[in-house]
């Protein structure tokens, strides 16, 4: 106030109201003297009080009436001048505050009478303001007085006095109560106890309030009253009032001045009294009016509802409840009741509008609706306002987009209808769609038809309204299309905005304020309020739980609804920004349901989103099953509001960024993602990425439909897992536009990063994404089965993402990680989806083995293992593509990790010994190069106890039938790993012995024996022996290739390795190895296939001796043989002194008999190769195949260690524990001798015997015979009669009769045995040189050996003498009568030329050609006589004999025999023999042992010299004469060695000589001369040499018995007598025949005739003449006229031949006298 108290403001008050005066004084002058008067006395009156008093103002106050009353009656002049001057006056008196209540009363009531007058109208209202603001001296009725004053005003024609008065009567009512609050002020340090007023007492009850405060209350009271229409109490002198102002001042009143109300009883009492019922009465007409409801529905027609009230009450409501909420609980909830039905859909636009706008303004204040919460919806038995709201808002947006705006009546539904929650249809005409079909750039929302555009309202959170401001307007303003729809929007965000914020912030207090009991702070939300109210809020736990339960009643009763809505905007929404507006919302939503455990509504917001992303109906079983289930029905109701969910309409008029393939089992064509897609998906990725932690289960929602996304978008796993763009591969590729492709490397790289957060969750939270990926797997899988599309990768990748990116608590995830893996993906039918699943599986293994774990894994075996694990569990696998991926993981492990498995090798190897046969093969050549990797760089660093596993496996390679090659080289490996074992024996037998010792103290302790393969053995040593043990498995493998490597790398081994062995373990190498193998080799051979193999796989042609199953295992088993044998021979120092060698023997030659045997050549001829190497017959050869080694070193016991070879060493192995010291340790007593004979006599008769039941069965013919027959081969007989002359040298002590008869049989039968037609040519050179084959050379060295044997050999040996003459007499008969095999045929090859042997059928057999045999046999028969002719045995068994009845054979065959040279050599043989043996013979004559050969001999004799043959027509005359000269030869043996003895000579066989002479010299046996025969035929000197014997012996010699010479007589007549014959009929035939030639055949006759005449009287001469008998002579000369008839003949030849016979009878021309008388007595 020092503005207007000051000296100078005084004095200068006083100047102006001197001069006022003055001034009116002047004005009245003329009309109004008491004006003037009183101006004039007032002019004083002033002077004097500014006189009298030191205080001016304070006198002026009190004499103010006296003061004031000059300008009073100057307003009553009603002169506008002088009022006008008067007011001016008035006020500035007021201003100064020096005016006092009488005073001021009397101004009021002057200023009511100007009122009346309607004068100065705006002057009064300029004064009234200032009397009442400048002091508060006015009260009670003056104050009243004022007020309505100008109220009264405010009612005038005037516009200008209208709004100034409305000014006004807004600044006095506040005034009134700026007063009352002042007066608290000033009371407020009085703690003066207010009476408390009775709810019953009477409204006029005010005595307590102060002065102001009640001029307040009857202020307020008296607005209520009118705007209810009733007659104010306090306010007299109204005339009239309108609602709209009355509730604009209440509303300004409630707004300004809430303290009032809230600290005055009386005044709540008025709110609760007045305001509220009055509010709700007015809001009648709203609640009850439908729009185009027909009028007929009701009786009285409704008041319509009247925007400017609806709108003011709407306001005054909104100020009751955020001001005065707390007093009007129940108030409010009919407000906000009403509000949410003001949305319905049926009422006017305007007023929804307004509505929508007043819950905007609640939607801000979020700590308000945690109230409404707390007081309504937490409250059993009250409206669930804050759910209402909500909801509410739901509606109405829906209720936007189904029903047009446009308020025509046709357009909308029946009333009613609605409520039923059936979609409205939009007309098709309705307005919305003239745009262009929604095609601006208007950010709108769209649905159905139904375009909205989006305003900009507000800014966000502030909830700044238009038609709530909207006071001027009296009719309802025009909404714009779009306005409600845009409020009701931002009500949405802001309410979920402030609901989070402030939930958030609070948690985040708890959590901060005590993290130890969050955990526990779980209370159900259902406790009575009553409870809450009274729990100790300084108890922080039980302050969390209440809290919490307001959080959560509050999400339950909101969530529905925002989603609601919420779904439907997104649906609808074109704009990008309120698009990524919208989602926020949900993904906040989500997430706080989330922290709060709320899980329906987390995954029911979290589904939206997920459905947001999808193409519209896009088949997702996960977004429909029952979490989502309350949201995919079309409506549901919220205690008892209907609420429609509406489903995503499918005419989006998004831009189209992608189209690609859904992810369904059956191809269903495309579909399309359009950019808000793509937004909403990354939305949930936004969510996985910052809110995994609060996910839980609806980690499988998220995981699904980011699967389907990045189906649809094409993105392909990667390694790593990470995705990234790649074609789709069936189907209609995949387009994108260049929008999404930007997006798409963003989008891959957000999905790997949220993998990668995965590390930063908590382990349930790990475990929760863990199952969501398998679950999610498990789908892909099922909708993957039964056919081949490519299958979603989605959750195996990401898995495989997760699981690397934890790595360091790998264990807790370990198990369901890879089981999954392992038991569904791996084992999937789909290949696509088992690589990956496989992929997933190995990489995690290789990153597991490779990361970085703290222990680190060498430390921690049991972490190895864990990972190692399931790579062995992939073996369960059958799928091939799974095991390759497998296998490549082992060989990645082994090359990065080999040198740390430690106790994971035997899992690794596992994995590669599982491999089976039937699994392909480039499995198997994977597996096996890591085997390879292994054997060539890892032995040395795996624990020994696994050396046995590599061999197992190497083994098992081995024996697979897949690729041959990789079959050998694994036989390779096993070698190079026996190697292995033998460079570092000393250090792996430590290691093995010390592990050994360590497990049987296990055993022990357990109480069970320990159990491993060869136990008794040293582990070393088992070692050894599984070694061999593979090789012998795999030398019955069923190929041949691999037979023949195994064994020869099982026999090398052994041979090159053996030594290091104990000797007692040579036991078992013996008979669980070696003739284990060999009995099951032998059991193969014998029942191999006989079938021919055509070709040997591909084009490999096979070669002929191979090409059955039969001749391959032959070779297998030849093999083996021959190995064992090799041992038993190099080995047999180790050997000799086991117990059992003679058994082992036994067994050994067992086996070579049964090879022997059997009926192949090739196995059966190397048994005996086999058998002469045990006998040391021949040395063991070295393999040939073997790179040439070093000397074997020697070492200081005189033993070789055989050479030592290996395919990569060429070089000797000393080992350092000598082989001395081997020996030394292995018998204590005494060193073995080392022997190279067989000592012991029972071996080598065992060796005999064996012998003998080779020969006998091998060469005993066959009973019957066909094509598939065998017949053992000449090279197999030759060896087998081979071995016998170095077995009988070990044998021959004990060799007796019996043995030899065995011999004779083997040796016979051997001969015997015939060739084969095809082999022939390669067994005999040449079918004209006469060459013994081997076998035959063996057989006369056989009888050779035995024969020099018995020479040397004491007396009782040389009884064997005659066998073998007998054995080789039968071999002599061969010449002519080739040996039968069985009933065999055979062609002869003597018979046999050289070209037509090659038409021989390949079956025929063909006996050999035995001639050169039977003669080499004859000669050693003539050699062995000669030095055996006087032997005893040799008399005794009358072995001359039968030499010659041997003999006699080709003799009498002479030209028929199959060689000429056979009787040739016979005829010298049995001269040479007779010359010899006939004067033993003579010698012997006496005793009869020879009495049988004579008649022998004769025959023998006959047989040859008039043999039957006939000689073949191509003998040469020189022939002839050479073999004519042979017979003369016998002839002349006859006359010398047997004639002249005839004393010592039985006297028939010389009768028999005797006839044979004759029959030699009168050629009896021609009884008809051919005429080819004639000029050869006649043996002149062997008839000349038979005609000289017989003469000189019978015509000489006195004839000892008559018959002889009567038999000569009687030969000679009958000769001649025949002579006489034939010349007579030549000579008849000739006459007649005329010119004609005689036949040729009678001319030979002839001519043989006349040649035999001459020899006879040529031999007739020769004899001594006493010897002839006279009448021979008589009968020779008669021949002579015949002779000489036949000179006429014509032939020449005949001529000839007459000539030669007449010359010699030239001698008879003179007879003598003596001769005839001779010839008479």
């Not at 020096?98 to 009363?105: C, D, L």
């Not at 007045?274 to 529905?297: D, E, M």
């Not at 011999?1303 to 045995?1313: D, E, K, Q």
């Not at 003498?1361 to 040996?1379: G, N, T």
Request: proline fraction near 6%.
């Amino acid at each position: 106030m020092s503005g207007t108290s000051s000296p100078e403001a005084v004095k200068k008050l006083l100047e102006n109201m001197q001069s006022d005066l003055r001034a009116l004084s002047l004005e009245c002058k003329k009309k109004f003297p008491p004006v003037k008067e009183a101006a004039e006395s007032g002019i004083i009156k002033v002077k004097t009080i500014a006189a009298r008093n030191t205080e001016i103002l304070a006198a002026l106050k009190e004499n103010s009436s006296e003061v004031v009353q000059p300008f009073l009656m100057g307003c009553g002049t009603k002169e506008p001048k002088i009022t006008q001057l008067c007011l001016a006056a008035i006020q500035r008196l007021m201003s100064h505050e020096v005016v006092s209540e009488t005073a001021a009363g009397n101004i009021i009531n002057m200023l009511w009478q100007l009122m009346e007058n309607s004068l100065e109208e705006l002057k009064l209202l300029q004064t009234v303001l200032v009397l009442l603001t400048t002091n508060t001296v006015v009260h009670d009725e003056a104050l009243s007085k004022a007020i309505v004053l100008c109220f009264r005003l405010h009612f005038t024609k005037d516009n200008i006095t209208n709004n100034t008065a409305a000014a006004t009567v807004r600044q006095v009512v506040t005034v009134v109560f700026e007063r009352m609050v002042a007066e608290d002020e000033r009371h407020r340090d009085i703690t003066d106890q207010p009476v408390l007023v009775q709810g019953n007492s009477n409204r006029r009850s005010v005595s307590t309030l102060k002065p102001c405060a009640k001029d307040a209350y009857m202020l307020f009271q008296d607005l209520c009253q009118l705007v209810n229409a009733d007659a104010p109490y306090w306010l007299i002198g109204m005339t009239e009032m309108t609602r709209t102002f009355g509730l604009e001042l209440l509303e300004s009143v409630l707004n300004d001045f809430p303290q009032v109300f809230l600290q005055h009883q009386e005044f709540s009492f008025l709110l609760k009294e007045r305001v509220c019922p009055l509010v709700i009465k007015l809001f009648s007409p709203n609640i009850k009016f439908r729009q185009g409801s027909s009028t007929s529905s009701s009786p009285a027609p409704v008041e319509k509802p009247y925007f400017p009230i609806c709108m003011r009450l709407l306001r005054v409501v909104s100020v009751l409840i955020k001001q005065f909420y707390s007093l009007l609980v129940t108030e409010c909830e009919i407000f906000l009741s009403l509000l949410v039905k003001f949305l319905d859909a049926d009422k006017p636009q305007w007023l929804r509008a307004v509505a929508v706008e007043s819950i905007h303004r609640l939607c801000v204040q979020p700590q308000l609706l945690r109230s409404f919460c707390q007081s309504y919806d937490m409250k059993q038995h009250s409206t669930k306002v804050f759910r209402d709201i909500v909801n509410a808002l739901g509606s109405f947006i829906q209720s936007l987009f189904l029903v047009p705006p446009t308020g025509n009546p046709a357009a909308t539904n029946q009333a009613g209808n609605n409520n039923s929650g059936g979609p409205v249809s939009a007309p098709a005409n309705s307005g919305m769609l003239g745009i262009g079909g929604g095609v601006t750039l208007l950010p709108a929302f769209e649905y159905r038809g139904t375009w909205i555009p989006i305003l900009t309202v507000t800014v966000q959170g502030s909830a700044k309204a238009t038609y709530l401001e909207m006071l001027d307007k009296v009719e309802p303003p025009t909404i714009p299309e779009g306005y409600a729809m845009s409020v009701a929007f931002h009500c949405l965000l802001d309410l979920v905005r402030g609901i989070t914020s402030m939930i958030e912030g609070e948690l985040g207090e708890v959590e901060t304020e005590c993290q130890t009991t969050t955990t526990e702070a779980v209370s159900s939300p259902t406790q009575s309020s009553e409870q809450q109210e009274l729990q100790s809020t300084s108890d922080q736990m039980d302050k969390e739980i209440v809290s919490r339960a307001v959080w959560e009643e509050m999400v339950n009763a909101c969530w529905c609804g925002l989603l609601a809505a919420l779904s439907l905007l997104l649906d609808a929404s074109t704009d990008e920004a309120a698009t990524e507006n919208i989602l926020k919302a949900e993904l906040t939503m989500a997430a706080l349901c989330g922290r709060l455990g709320l899980v329906t509504s987390r995954d029911a917001f979290i589904t939206a989103i997920c459905k947001g992303s999808l193409p519209p109906h896009y088949a997702l079983t996960v977004l429909n099953t029952t979490t989502a289930a309350t949201l995919s029905n079309k409506s549901y109701s919220i205690q008892g509001q209907s609420v429609m969910m509406i489903s995503p309409s499918s005419e989006s008029h998004q831009q189209v960024v992608a189209v690609g393939q859904p992810l369904a089992v059956q191809p269903q064509g495309t579909v399309m993602l359009t950019s808000k897609n793509i937004q909403c998906m990354r939305t949930l990725l936004n969510l996985a990425h910052c809110h995994g932690a609060v996910l839980g289960t609806s980690w499988q929602l998220v995981l699904a439909t980011l699967q389907h996304l990045v189906w649809i978008l094409g993105l392909k796993p990667s390694s790593g897992g990470a995705l990234k763009p790649g074609r789709a591969v069936e189907g209609p590729s995949t387009v994108l536009t260049t929008a999404v492709m930007t997006d798409l490397p963003v989008i891959s790289n957000i999905l790997s990063r949220l993998f990668e957060s995965s590390q930063y969750l908590d382990d349930v939270s790990l475990h929760h994404l863990i199952n969501a990926l398998c679950s999610l797997s498990l789908e892909a899988m099922d909708m993957a089965y039964g056919n081949n599309k490519e299958p979603s990768l989605f959750a195996v990748a990401k898995l495989l993402e997760t699981g690397l990116v934890n790595m360091h608590r790998i264990e807790i995830l370990w198990r369901p990680l890879t089981g999954h893996l392992l038991e569904k993906v791996c084992q999937h039918p789909n290949s696509r989806m088992r690589e990956w699943g496989a992929e997933a599986l190995t990489s995690l293994i290789k990153a597991g083995l490779t990361f970085n774990h703290d222990p680190p894994l060498s430390q921690n075996q049991r972490l190895q293992l864990l990972l190692l694990n399931p790579l062995k569990e992939m073996s369960n696998i059958n799928h091939p593509d799974i095991r390759l991926k497998q296998l490549e993981c082992v060989l990645q492990i082994l090359q990065s990790q080999g040198d740390s498995l430690g106790p994971g090798w035997p899992l690794v190897l596992g994995v590669m010994g599982a491999i089976r046969n039937d699994q392909g093969e480039s499995l198997i050549r994977t597996a096996f190069q890591c085997l390879q990797l292994v054997v060539t760089d890892f032995l040395p660093t795996m624990p020994c106890t696994c050396l046995q596993i590599v061999v197992d496996v190497a083994g098992s390679f081995g024996l697979h039938n897949q690729e041959l090659n990789i079959s050998l080289t694994s036989i390779g490996l096993l070698w190079n790993i026996s190697d292995y074992f033998f460079q570092r024996g000393e250090t792996i037998e430590k290691e093995l012995n010390k592990e050994e010792a360590a497990q049987q103290k296990q055993a022990e302790e357990k109480g069970v024996v320990l159990n491993r393969p060869f136990h008794p053995a040293p582990p070393f040593d088992c070692l050894w022996l599984c070694l061999y043990a593979k090789l012998g498995e795999l030398c019955v493998d069923p190929r041949p290739a691999v037979r023949k490597s195994a064994g020869q790398t099982l026999f090398s081994t052994i041979g090159a390795h053996g030594t290091l062995l104990q000797h007692s373990t040579w036991h078992t190498v013996i008979w669980k190895v070696l003739f284990h193998l060999l009995d099951r080799v032998r059991e193969s051979s014998t029942t191999a296939d006989k079938e021919k193999i055509e070709s040997g796989g591909g084009n490999i042609l096979i070669h002929h001796s191979r090409d059955t199953a039969e001749k391959q295992w032959a070779e297998t088993w030849v093999l083996t043989l021959a190995g064992v044998a090799r041992i038993f021979n190099t080995r047999r120092y180790l050997l000799q002194p086991l117990g059992d060698f003679s058994r082992a023997w036994d067994v050994l030659l067992d086996h070579i008999q049964s090879a022997a045997l059997s009926k192949n050549n090739e196995v059966s001829l190397a048994a005996l190769k086999s058998f002469q190497e045990i006998l040391q017959i021949v040395s063991p050869a070295r393999d040939s195949d073997k790179p040439e080694t070093p000397p074997a070193v020697n070492v200081p016991v005189p033993v070789l260690l055989g050479p030592i070879s290996g395919p990569s060493l060429n070089r000797p192995f000393v080992r350092t524990d000598s082989i001395g010291e081997r020996l030394g340790r292995y018998s204590s007593s005494e060193p073995p001798v080392v022997t190279d004979e067989l000592e012991d006599l029972n071996l080598w008769w065992a060796a005999w015997n064996t012998w003998y039941r080779i020969g006998s069965e091998s060469t005993k013919p066959p009973t019957t015979f066909d094509k598939l027959t065998f017949i053992p081969s000449q090279p197999f007989l030759t060896a087998l009669i081979q071995i016998f002359p170095a077995l009988y040298q070990h044998i021959k002590t004990g060799f007796n009769m019996d043995d030899l008869q065995k011999l004779g049989v083997i040796l016979h039968s051997a001969v015997s045995v015939p060739i084969s037609s095809d082999a022939s040519p390669f067994i005999l050179p040449s079918y004209t040189e006469a060459v013994l084959t081997s076998l035959q050379e063996a057989v006369l060295t056989a009888l050779d050996v035995l024969q020099k044997a018995i020479c040397v050999g004491p007396e009782s040996m040389q009884i064997m003498y005659p066998a073998i003459f007998d054995q080789l007499l039968a071999f002599v008969e061969f010449s002519c009568k080739p040996p039968q095999y069985g009933q065999l045929e055979t062609k002869h090859i003597a018979n046999a030329k050289y070209n037509q042997i090659q038409l021989f059928a390949p079956a025929e057999w063909v006996a050999l050609n035995y001639v050169p045999f039977a003669e080499r046999s004859l000669d050693v028969v003539v050699d062995l006589y000669q030095k055996t002719a006087c032997h005893k045995a040799v008399v005794n068994e009358k072995v001359l004999q039968n030499i010659i009845k041997t003999l006699r054979v080709p003799l009498s065959l002479k030209y028929s025999c199959p060689s000429e040279s056979t009787w040739k050599l016979a005829v010298s043989s049995l001269l040479k023999v007779l010359s010899i043996g006939l004067p033993v013979a003579r010698q012997h004559a006496s005793s009869g042992k020879f009495d049988s050969m004579w008649p022998e001999l004769a025959n023998t004799f006959e047989d040859f010299l008039f043999t039957k043959s006939i000689p073949p027509d191509n003998l040469s005359i020189q022939e002839f004469q050479r073999n004519e000269s042979i017979d003369v030869e016998v002839v002349q043996l006859i006359s010398t060695e047997i004639l002249p003895y005839a004393n010592f000579i039985p006297k028939e066989f010389v009768g028999q000589i005797m006839t044979m002479l004759n029959k030699g010299s009168i050629h009896s046996q021609s009884s008809s001369f051919t005429e080819a025969e004639i000029d050869i035929r006649l043996r002149e000197e062997f008839s000349k040499m038979c005609f000289e014997t017989l003469l000189q012996f019978s015509f000489s010699n006195k004839v000892t018995t008559p018959q002889e010479g009567y038999i000569s007589r009687m030969a000679l007549s009958v000769l001649l007598k025949r002579s006489q014959d034939v010349l007579h009929r030549y000579i008849e035939d000739e006459r007649l025949s005329g010119k004609c030639p005689l036949p040729r055949q009678q001319v030979t006759e002839i001519i043989f005739v006349l040649k035999a005449v001459s020899t006879l009287i040529d031999s007739l001469k020769k004899t001594k003449p006493e010897n002839v008998d006279g009448n021979t002579w008589a009968q020779v000369i008669a021949l002579y006229p015949t002779l000489v008839e036949c000179i006429t003949c014509s032939s020449s030849e005949v001529c000839s031949a007459l000539k030669e016979a007449l010359v010699p009878f030239k001698d008879f021309m003179q007879p003598p006298t003596s001769k005839v008388q001779n010839g008479e007595s």
